[in-house]
């Protein structure tokens, strides 16, 4: 194993860099976090014993512990998220820019003293498996003792990633402090020249668990597109057929769209022989493989996911996974020390502390659990886990899944063309915004490929990147788009989702197998009625339809809306997404 005392070593820059920063911020005392069960454990207990954490009833969850942020911090703050580039350009219509000169200005005195009487954590960390030639290492220096337990859990942490930054020599530095959590002095600055990032203000999900949106996508999308691979918002899973033969899937969802649930899925057709694999629910990085395929791997270790919604009915793994050593944030606490949020139960148990740590009215309008309330969990408990999960080359995809959640215009699955057209597809996606970020809720935004907020570049650029990637794929995936938010004229979802999204998997096992009936509308494939196996759903002919409708009349709204945004990309939007849509607008005449 290596130490630090190792001299003269790899190390150097990282040391040095460790004191430029404890310099800065001025900690009572530094800490290099090994990533051991012990220290796990003597944080928790440390936590619990200031009242920070609370431990939960250790019988009916084992392990685990909740924690309320702060009432202004509950979620991803896009507005105060920056790429920070020399030229504006660079970052493009779906980024906030600040030049590094100016973000270094603004975001110093933020740090400056901010560790004063607190211990400053060094946590080296990797993001891929420790044998995989594709693996990053990262070290994230914080001064929240939460994010130490939840970087444990999504990453691997500790010795085995200072080994990796020992033998290479390459880390991504990520410096991140909680400040006074003031949104008015909150910052999370990305500087993809340096592989840098500086986040401080807040100790909430994405801003301050730097390995994941920070490193494993802003960062890493630019990597990718100047190395030649893809770092994506994808979920990957693999489903079984009937001959035990396994066929790999992405899905780009935007937040809280369904990745987790359809990662995780427990099919009801196992009894005739599909069912899911998980092989990862949030991030996927791509590379072309010696077979001319796409590969895709999961950089993560553990799962950070929604909590409302999430029950025994919809999704059953989660709730096994969730069982025991996880983290619970921001949901509400039962009296018997369980976590509680909604749609875990049909109506909230008497006695119920709300996310705030106050006695929860049930008369109240307001949710017990914060929407965007979250479970931090080990990936190796979930029951479906894929055997494959950690293969060190990943898996070999055959499909691409966009998905939106849309009450409107979009059906609920249908087939790109081609990779050029498919590539459109996922440039022009739409999404109803959620709680995983600040701002309202409910509203239609274009979020291409569920990257808008994760792009580290100018996106036309990257939407180039994904043509490109086309012509250098010899056996690409074929691209799907779905939509299991559709809703009826009483605002009903139309279709039942969650377990069931299941056949429309095996519709597209279907299709890249060669069969699977379909016919060709101005928007690409949508499945035949009968090519849709619905056995056992409450679901009326007039309803499939309604599912599988593609409204001319809305559609040309729709490439309208589309064409507006392709104006907003700019000067580097590819001819080729242009021409796309001049296709789109000429089929639907
Ligand atoms: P992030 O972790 O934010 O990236 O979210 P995600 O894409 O993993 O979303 P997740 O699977 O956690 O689902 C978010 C919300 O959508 C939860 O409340 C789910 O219960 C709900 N949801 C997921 N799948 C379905 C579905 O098929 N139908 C319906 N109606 N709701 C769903
Ligand atoms: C998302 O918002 O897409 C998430 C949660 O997965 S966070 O880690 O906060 O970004
Ligand atoms: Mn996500």
């Known amino acids: 194993m290596a130490t630090l005392s190792d001299s003269p070593s790899k190390l150097d820059h990282l040391k040095s860099w460790v004191e430029e920063c404890a310099a800065l911020t001025k900690p009572d005392r530094v800490r290099w976090c090994d990533g051991s069960e012990a220290e796990y454990d003597a944080i928790a207990a440390e936590l619990v014993r200031q009242g920070e954490l609370t431990r939960l009833n250790d019988e009916l969850y084992p392990n685990c512990l909740l924690s309320r942020s702060d009432p202004s911090d509950v979620a991803r703050t896009e507005h105060l998220t920056y790429i920070c580039t020399p030229d504006k350009e660079d970052a493009g219509y779906t980024n906030n820019w600040m030049s590094p000169d100016e973000a270094r200005a603004r975001a110093t005195p933020l740090f400056d003293g901010t560790m004063r009487g607190r211990t400053m954590y060094v946590v080296p960390y990797l993001m891929g498996t420790p044998s995989s030639p594709f693996a990053k290492a990262g070290v994230e220096i914080t001064d929240s003792p939460y994010v130490v337990l939840n970087m444990r859990i999504m990453t691997r942490m500790g010795a085995v990633a200072l080994d990796h930054i020992a033998r290479t020599g390459e880390f991504a530095p990520g410096l991140h402090s909680l400040g006074d959590l003031d949104p008015e002095r909150r910052l999370i600055l990305h500087f993809p020249e340096e592989n840098l990032v500086w986040s401080v203000g807040s100790g909430y999900g994405g801003n301050a668990l730097l390995g994941k949106k920070c490193l494993a996508l802003r960062l890493a999308s630019t990597m990718a597109r100047r190395e030649g691979w893809l770092a994506e918002h994808m979920l990957i899973l693999g489903l079984e057929d ?239 788009h779905v939509n299991w938010f559709r809703r009826d004229a009483e605002g009903k979802f139309m279709w039942p989702g969650f377990g069931q999204n299941v056949r429309v998997l095996r519709w597209m096992l279907d299709r890249v197998s060669g069969r699977g009936g379909a016919r060709e509308t101005a928007i690409g494939y949508v499945p035949t009625p009968d090519a849709l196996d619905l056995d056992g759903l409450d679901l009326t002919p007039a309803a499939v339809e309604a599912l599988l409708h593609v409204d001319h009349a809305e559609w040309r709204d729709e490439a309208q809306n589309i064409g507006a945004f392709f104006d907003k990309i700019g000067p580097r939007l590819p001819a080729a997404l242009r021409q796309e849509l001049d296709g789109l607008r000429q089929r639907l005449g």
């Open 242 to 480: 009937p001959s035990g033969n396994v066929t790999y899937m992405t899905g780009a969802f935007p937040s809280a769209c369904g990745k987790t649930n359809l990662a995780m899925l427990v099919s009801p057709l196992a009894e005739q022989g599909y069912r899911v694999w998980t092989v990862g629910d949030d991030i996927a990085w791509m590379r072309v493989g010696p077979d001319g395929r796409l590969w895709a791997m999961n950089p993560e270790a553990g799962f950070f996911g929604v909590a409302p919604g999430t029950n025994e009915q919809t999704n059953p793994n989660a709730m096994a996974t969730l069982r025991g050593n996880s983290i619970f944030t921001n949901v509400a606490l039962t009296a018997e020390g369980t976590p509680w949020w909604e749609g875990l139960t049909d109506a909230p148990p008497d006695g119920l502390i709300d996310w705030r740590g106050q006695t929860y009215d049930a008369a109240s309008k307001s949710p017990a659990a914060h929407p965007n309330s979250r479970f931090t969990s080990p990936a190796r408990q979930c029951p479906g886990i894929s055997p494959h999960w950690e293969d060190p080359r990943g898996v070999p995809i055959s499909a691409i899944i966009f998905g939106g959640r849309r009450a409107r215009v979009a059906p609920l699955v249908y087939q790109s063309f081609d990779w050029r057209h498919g590539t459109f597809v996922g440039a022009s996606m739409a999404s109803e915004t959620t709680a995983a970020a600040t701002g309202k809720v409910g509203v239609v935004r274009r979020d291409p490929m569920a990257m808008r907020p994760f792009i580290g570049y100018n996106a036309g650029d990257y939407f180039g990147h994904w043509l490109e990637m086309g012509q250098r794929i010899p056996n690409p995936p074929a691209i799907f």
